[in-house]
């Protein structure tokens, strides 16, 4: 072979390396441009994965403060309505009271009642609200309340009763008459019976209290109204007596258990 072949056959050897050498940089730049391309894209679905993930915890925290809020509202509606009944019961059973010392009609002796059992429901209502809304340190409270106030109207509604009674035993001894004879007959039965009692021999006077009772003309004092004079005169009226002035003082009590712990709950950031 000639020079002249021999330096064809060295060109032609030195064109297809240099073509293969091409090739082999291309892959190479290609891969680096694919594996740079592949990071890149990772690192943008990083970000945008970290991106949404921020935007749902704003979201979740703005729900829940919201929610916060929301419950915040209802309980605070709730601890309201329940002192508002609460105190309710005893201004109906207060005025039930007043009102009793007057003469009532058969009507508003019953509107009297209704009036009083429908406070007292309004309260259990109230409460059973609060035990739902909760917490624990607010509804405990709250029911103490309710039992307090459950028995302060239990004592009111008697009350009315004795007022009403004594009422109509004092308009009646001053109307003259032989109406007047037995009204005075049966005061002086129910003073001989306060000192039987004082002196434990109570028999007697219970028995003349009911012998001028029975003296009075018809329909004058009914029987519950006769047993509250009876129990009134034997020892105290019923809001006189221990147990009223008790449930009083626990009413007061808890009431006061009841608005410090509905103010933590409502002022605290810590609960949801």
């Not at 005025?95 to 009036?115: D, I, M, N, T, Y």
């Not at 008459?177 to 019976?193: F, I, K, P, T, W």
């Not at 219970?206 to 004079?229: K, M, N, S, T």
């Amino acid at each position: 072979m000639d020079l002249e072949g021999i330096g064809a056959l060295t060109a032609a050897g030195v064109a297809v390396f240099g073509v293969l050498a091409s090739v082999l940089v291309g892959r190479w730049q290609m891969r680096a441009a694919l594996r740079a391309a592949e990071a890149t894209g990772q690192a943008g679905l990083a970000q945008a994965e970290a991106a949404y993930r921020a935007a749902l915890d704003a979201v979740r925290a703005q729900a829940n403060a919201g929610h916060r809020q929301w419950h915040r509202g209802v309980q605070r509606e709730a601890y309201a309505a329940f002192l508002l009944a609460a105190h309710r019961l005893r201004d109906v059973g207060e005025r039930f009271v007043v009102e009793s010392e007057q003469e009532l009609s058969a009507e508003g002796v019953r509107a009297g009642r209704a009036g009083l059992d429908d406070a007292l429901a309004a309260l259990k209502a109230a409460q059973t609200i609060v035990e739902l809304e909760g917490p624990d340190e607010v509804a405990a409270p709250a029911a103490a309340m309710t039992d307090a106030a459950q028995l302060m109207s239990h004592f009111l509604g008697a009350q009315a009763v004795y007022e009403r009674a004594w009422g109509k035993l004092g308009r009646l001894a001053g109307a003259g008459g032989g109406g007047s004879q037995g009204a005075s007959a049966l005061v002086d039965a129910l003073e001989r019976l306060r000192a039987g009692r004082r002196a434990e021999e109570s028999g007697d006077g219970e028995h003349a209290c009911r012998v001028a009772w029975g003296a009075l003309p018809a329909g004058a004092l009914d029987d519950d109204e006769f047993r509250a004079l009876l129990e009134g005169w034997s020892s105290r009226s019923p809001t006189s007596s221990r147990a009223y002035l008790d449930s009083v003082t626990r009413f007061g009590e808890a009431e006061a258990r009841f608005v410090r712990a509905a103010k933590v709950e409502l002022h605290s950031g810590s609960r949801s």
